[in-house]
């Protein structure tokens, strides 16, 4: 299917700086770009792929200057990236059209007390447990287990191999990748006096508010009583670790690898790099962003704030840390030099006081 760079400015409500009528058919990466491809150019150190690619129309900001000559088409918007996206959802709309499935294919399970909405898909070999609730427009891939009492909302996406445990609580237009695990238990243990643990009930849920998106291979632990939250238009990535009780708050984003302990909460916006790990029983202020493989073990009252290092602290102590540390082995010889000098004028101090008269 092939659009001219003027429909697309109309959809994006932009500017176009060249051949209105020229035809895109696919979109590309800049350094990729052939013709008839659409790209985007939203990082400066990326210019310079502008003068060469062959690409036939690229999305730019409103202010941008070319500094050389160019042989595409521009289209200028306010944000290309969030422009870009656009494009990508109205590409895997069209694209994913044929793939619109509904019902319910052999063999599943579906137990006769669920509730399914209109226009659901089921796939097979997926297990539909008692008193389960599905929105309408939600699908569901195959092999999905979704435990008792769950509650899923409508235009979800359940991707191959996700466990819903029981008694889970799904809002509207989430989607979870592949082999996630919502509502396991929470990792309580109780030490006895001969070295062994006693294991805790863990009788708490999980509930995810609307237009959450959870990466493969993420674990979202059930509360020991309550639930555990992740709150509305949270983005999580793939091999995340969300302990019981925890609450994240909204529009937060967590990078792969990050661990989030029991009972912390997790202020609204904020921002968690990779490897990051955040201990338990802590509160963090809204806006917190923490760099990757942070460690944070205290809690952070003040808002927007970056936080780097283990253990974590303000950026630009940081920034200087991370200098003096690489200075480290030089600054050892300095030292090592040092008490060197200090030694021999020591010695000589010492020598010189045997031969003052009346000493």
């Known amino acids: 299917m092939q659009f001219t760079a003027k429909q697309i400015s109309e959809l994006l ?3 176009i700086e060249g051949d209105e009528n020229v035809q895109v058919a696919e979109l590309s990466k800049i350094e990729d770009g052939k013709a008839g491809s659409l790209c985007f150019l939203s990082n400066p150190k990326y210019e310079n792929y502008l003068y060469q690619t062959e690409a036939s129309v690229v999305i730019v ?10 042989t595409c088409t521009l289209i200028k918007v306010k944000d290309p990236y969030s422009a870009f996206s656009v494009l990508l959802d109205k590409y895997n709309e069209i ?3 044929s793939a619109d499935k509904s019902g319910i294919e052999e063999p599943s399970f579906v137990h006769p007390t669920a509730k399914i909405g209109k226009n659901v898909f089921i796939g097979a070999f997926s297990y539909i447990a008692e008193n389960v609730v599905i929105g309408d427009d939600t699908k569901i891939a195959p092999q999905v287990f979704i435990g008792e009492e769950s509650r899923i909302g409508a235009h979800c996406v359940l ?17 979870i990748h ?3 695990v919502i509502g396991s238990d929470g990792f309580g243990f109780a030490p006895q006096a001969d070295g062994t643990y006693t294991k805790i009930a863990q009788i708490g849920n999980v509930i995810i508010e609307d237009d959450v998106e959870i990466g493969a291979n993420t674990a979202i632990d059930r509360a020991t009583m309550g639930s555990t939250f992740i709150r509305k238009g949270v983005k999580l990535d793939n091999l995340i670790q969300i302990a019981h009780n925890v609450d994240v708050g909204e529009h937060t984003v967590v990078a792969a690898q990050s661990g989030i302990s029991g009972s912390t909460k997790l202020g609204g916006n904020s921002v968690v790099g990779g490897q990051v790990g955040i201990a338990g029983h802590l509160s963090l202020a809204k806006g917190t962003q923490i760099g990757a ?8 009252t003040e ?4 936080w780097h290092g283990s253990p974590a602290q303000p950026l630009r102590n940081w920034m200087r840390a991370s200098v003096i ?3 480290l082995p030089t600054v050892e010889l300095r030292i090592a030099e040092l008490e060197a000098k200090i030694k021999k004028l020591t010695l000589l101090i010492e020598q010189s006081s045997t031969t003052i008269p009346g000493k």
Do not use: C, W
């Open 13 to 15: 409500s932009g500017t």
């Open 178 to 180: 592949s082999n996630t």
């Open 61 to 70: 900001g409103q202010d941008f200057t070319p500094a050389q000559d160019f």
């Open 303 to 306: 808002e927007n704030k970056q």
């Open 159 to 175: 991707h191959p191999g996700v466990k819903i445990y029981n008694r889970s609580v799904l809002g509207d237009r989430i989607i």
């Open 95 to 97: 694209m994913n059209q």
């Open 325 to 327: 540390f690489k200075q």
């Open 293 to 300: 493989q942070a460690g944070i073990n205290f809690n952070i």
